[in-house]
């Protein structure tokens, strides 16, 4: 007799409302929150849809599209059928083009061994926290901090702490700042220059000092650059990178395609680290993602070979946007901005504002900004720093001289 198998049946059932039954999770995901950034986002996106014109000030993309000849070399690499599984370290091409890179740069003799290339700068930290944080040890950040530094460290059964940086100082960290907030139970520093959200790029000898200071004490140093050519009025990029050699059970570097050239969709990062720390991330990877896209990989290493002009073209939109802005949005009544020194935000303090109608941090000023003027700005509370509100400049002049104008004007009603 012939079986033949019943489809199965589909109730209709709404699968967005209340559970009916409480759903468990794991004790881990209860201490971590969804980006507030992508809230943000999310809710401009929502109006958007709706019709609305919103300035949104939220991204941390680029609005540039990715360089034509590195798209091409994406659509070559699915053409010539490079579309399989990689090693989870990410092809032997990509890795040898970034030591290459490094190498040229730090005056270091990195190898294909020292690299490992993910889905994302996001997926290598991830990674990193999995590979060195047990439960209990600490983990300094200097705040205001980008976004998923601490639920990394949290997810990993691991404690942000968090050493607040002095606006004084441009925000830029020092190694007093991580020695006032050290225990015994310091287990590594998280350090992002240029950083996001300030701009703060940090100084070579604080940078060397804190290596030092990490390694006499068998802490690790991650130090993410994903801004690294986006530094301003002559200011210099200080890698912790260039002290790899000196350092290499220390030091373990995380870069991104994503805002160098643009390429945030094609999620393609990588870590610089120590062989046998590589190795370990390369294990986690392998039971994770795999390997980063073979298609981003292959467009990778075409970017890594002679866009240094394309990279020009995006700096120099940078440049003009903050120099009109910075001054623009200081004029705004309440608004108090430095000058940032790298990266593509700005991070004015409108303490000054709270206490005024509905506003009294920055979660409502937002609110406020975005229900009045329709402009998008993520609140500094996402940044550990509740005085301020991030506002990106990856978008064209004319939106942000179109942004500041509503802003202004929507300040005015407020005092
Ligand atoms: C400071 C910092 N690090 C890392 C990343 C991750 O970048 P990606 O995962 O796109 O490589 C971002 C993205 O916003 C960032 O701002």
Redesign the pocket.
Known sequence: MTRVCAPPVLRSRDLTSTSRHAIRYARRVSDIQVSPTLAVLNRAQDLTAKGIDVIDFGP??PDFRTPKSIAEAGKRAIDEGQTRYTSAFGTLALREAIAERYNRRYGIHLGPKNIIAGT????E?FNLALALIDAGDEVIIPAPY?V?FPDQVSFAGGKPVFARVDRANEFRPKLTDIVAVASERTRGVIL?SP??PTGAVIEDGELRRIIEWCAARGAFLIF?E??EFFVYDGRHHASAMRWFAEFPETVIG?N????TFAM?GW???YAIAHAEIVAVLGKIQSHSTTNASSISQAAAVEAFHGHDDDVQRMYEAYCERRAWLVPAINEVDGFDCPNPDGAFYIFPNVRALYGNGAVHDSQSFANFLLDEARVAVVPGAAFGADDYVRISYATSMERIREGVARIEAAVRKLR
């Not at 994302?120 to 997926?123: A, H, L, M, N, Y």
């Not at 991104?256 to 805002?259: A, E, Q, T, Y």
């Open positions: 941390g993309e994302g700068g996001k997926q930290l980008w998923s992002n950083c996001n993410d994903t801004y995380v991104s395609m994503s805002k945030t999620r393609l990062g």
